[in-house]
């Protein structure tokens, strides 16, 4: 399956983006997907996911409130909605999918889009 995740930019603190992530080439539905983010000098940590079944939604501490993570599997899509951005929030943010069952573990996940870069300014 391939990935492509777009929706970046440059916002204004208090702002908010959405991020988009369509995929290709396989049973979408099959999937779970995620939500990953690297800021410069930083390792990837997880940001949201949201398990291929159940729908359930999972969110890292430190975006919970503000980030919505979302799919529709009819558009073969998965978005991340960011609300009350901060600057701590900057980084090149990447979609990832895995066959099967959620795991928040970066190293899980086979498929990967190629980032998009959020910067929020103060």
């Known amino acids: 399956v391939q990935l492509q995740a777009f929706g970046g930019g440059l916002v204004q603190a208090g702002g908010s983006l959405r991020l988009s992530c369509a995929t290709t080439?396989?049973?979408?539905?099959?999937?779970?997907t995620a939500w990953f983010c690297q800021a410069p000098g930083k390792e990837r940590k997880f940001v949201a996911g949201?398990?291929?079944?159940?729908?359930?939604?999972y969110y890292a501490d430190s975006v919970k409130g503000r980030f919505t993570i979302d799919r529709d599997n009819a558009k073969n899509t998965v978005y991340l909605q960011m609300n009350s951005l901060i600057p701590e929030d900057t980084a090149v943010y990447y979609c990832?999918?895995?066959?099967?069952?959620?795991?928040?573990?970066?190293?899980?996940?086979?498929?990967w889009g190629q980032g998009t870069l959020v910067t929020v300014s103060s």
């Open positions: 080439g396989r049973t979408f539905s099959n999937y779970s």
């Open positions: 949201v398990a291929r079944t159940s729908g359930t939604t």
């Open positions: 990832a999918a895995r066959p099967g069952p959620y795991y928040r573990s970066s190293s899980l996940y086979t498929y």
